[in-house]
């Protein structure tokens, strides 16, 4: 049986019918005539998660990530932990927006195009520890729900004071009109091997975080949000310091190198937030959401590092030390005295071109390039639109 798929404007594709193997595929082609005319045209992105989009939060709060961070790009910190540009960043340019403030930043930011509620180290439900004993950040899913919330009704009472704050402030249709992205469920999951809970531990309570960010994506809705653009949670049994801290058996090496357990978590967690998001779209009507897998480009990248110009993609750019350049206690940017000279120990690689690893945890701007470019056309996504229909419900 073939299944009824409408769009709110259905200029925006015609179908394509694909039979190959006995399996019938359809597939979603957005034609280039009517793009130009239907595209979403968001005029901001509010964007929710962790590292993997934080752009000046934690840094914002905490102190600036070091030097070398942000030097291929930025050619200086920005907030970022990376070498440059992240997804979120790509995102923005490809919508014609730009960079988003970290909403945490009180120096120098323009929300008028949006805000990032993101922070490195971000969970999706709050952690029992402090910073400096976890290293998790204070501003999990709920926190940023709440500074959000808070953001857009004080926005609008101090957008009238007129001046400046018109300027920087955004309009109370940016907020309907907008662009919600969300990364985040990563550090949940390495939370709990941090307890040392076993991997069937760690599964159990995963539905509890997938409740807490369909919560959080129900409470966005309330305030107007209906454009919903969320990405699973990557391998991290491919990162350098999962591999390092949480030692494993040969016969837990899968043929790409990575980490069995930790990417069978990742996948399990992935399961359940897709089924999630299908449940939530017949729950909030008049929301388009679109869930990206960003798992799938993630380890086809680590797979083929070298088939695509990188090198070891376990090998990062920016440490010191080890099997994997990378030391938890020397992270990129870290300095020692030497001789009673200052001197930075952790130093970048000569050429983040060609790495995929930026400081064993995160990944580089020609990392984030890539996998970009594989999600922007809706190849990954579920439904299957591009970015930029992404305001267009689908109903299959």
Known sequence: MISKMSLTNPKLYFLTLIITSNLVTFSVIFSSASAAVNTCAFPA????????????????????????????????????????????????????????????DSVGSNFSQGANFATAGSTIRPQNTTMSQ?????????????????????????????????????????FSGGLYTFDIGQNDLTAGYKLNLTTQQVKEYVPDLITQLTQAIKIVYAEGGRSFWVHNTGPVGCLPYVMDRFPITAAEIDKSGCATPFNDVSSYFNLRLKEALVRLRKELTFAAITYVDVYSVKYALISRARELGFEDPFLACCGHGGKYNYNRLLKCGSKKIVNGTEVMVAKSCKDPSVRINWDGTHFTEAANNWIFHQIVNGSYSDPPIPLQFACSRMEV
């Open 134 to 174: 976890s290293g998790y950040s204070p501003f999990s899913l709920n926190y940023q729900i709440i500074q959000f919330t808070d953001f857009h009704r004080r926005s609008q009472i101090v957008r009238k004071r007129g001046g400046v704050y018109r300027e920087l402030l955004p309009e109370e249709k940016v």
């Open 45 to 104: 992105i509010f964007n929710f998660g962790d590292s993997n989009s934080d752009t000046g939060g934690l840094s914002s709060a905490f102190g600036q990530a070091p030097s070398p961070n942000g030097e291929t790009y930025f050619h200086s910190p920005s907030g970022r932990y990376s070498d440059g540009r992240l997804i979120i960043d790509f995102i923005a340019e490809r919508l014609g927006l730009g960079y988003l403030s970290a909403y945490l």
